[in-house]
C-alpha cells in the first residue's frame, strides 16, 4: 500500500491534516496561490525542501484533486504545476492561519519539543 492509498479519517478535521501534513504541504499551497510554477520555481521558493518531498507532496496534491500538473511537449521538456479551483479554495484557510500566528503566537523564543 502507497502513501496515497490508506483510507481518509470521516472527522473533517482529521482529513485535512491527514492532507495537509508537516510543514512542506502548507507551504506548497502558499507558494502555488501565486500562479502556475515549475519545479525548480518551487524548489526555489522552498529553501530546505528535498526534490523527494516536493515530488512525493506534489503528486499526492495531483491524485487528491489539489493541484494539476501540465506537461508540454517542448524541448527541453516543461512541467507546470497549479492549484486546482479547490487547492485555491486554501487561500482562506492559510490566511486565517497566518492571522492567528501573528495574534496569538510569539515571533521569537522558543517552543516545548514532543516527546517521541
Known amino acids: 500500500m502507497s502513501e496515497l492509498d490508506h483510507p481518509l479519517p ?4 482529521a482529513r485535512f ?5 508537516g510543514p512542506w504541504a502548507t507551504l506548497i499551497v502558499r507558494e502555488l496561490l501565486t500562479g502556475p510554477k515549475r519545479f525548480t520555481e518551487l524548489r526555489a521558493g ?8 516536493l515530488s ?19 524541448i527541453p521538456p516543461r512541467v507546470e504545476y497549479e492549484l486546482t479551483p479547490a487547492g485555491a ?3 482562506v484557510v492559510l490566511a486565517t492561519m497566518g492571522a ?3 495574534q496569538d503566537l510569539p515571533r521569537t523564543g ?3 519539543v514532543e516527546d517521541r
Open 89 to 91: 479554495r486554501l487561500e
Open 110 to 112: 522558543t517552543f516545548p
Open 46 to 53: 522552498l529553501p530546505g525542501i528535498s526534490p523527494k518531498t
Open 17 to 21: 491534516l491527514t492532507v495537509l501534513d
Open 10 to 13: 470521516e472527522c473533517p478535521v
Open 56 to 74: 512525493s507532496r506534489l503528486r499526492r496534491f495531483v491524485v487528491l484533486g489539489l493541484v494539476t500538473r501540465t506537461a508540454y511537449p517542448e
Open 100 to 102: 492567528w500566528a501573528e
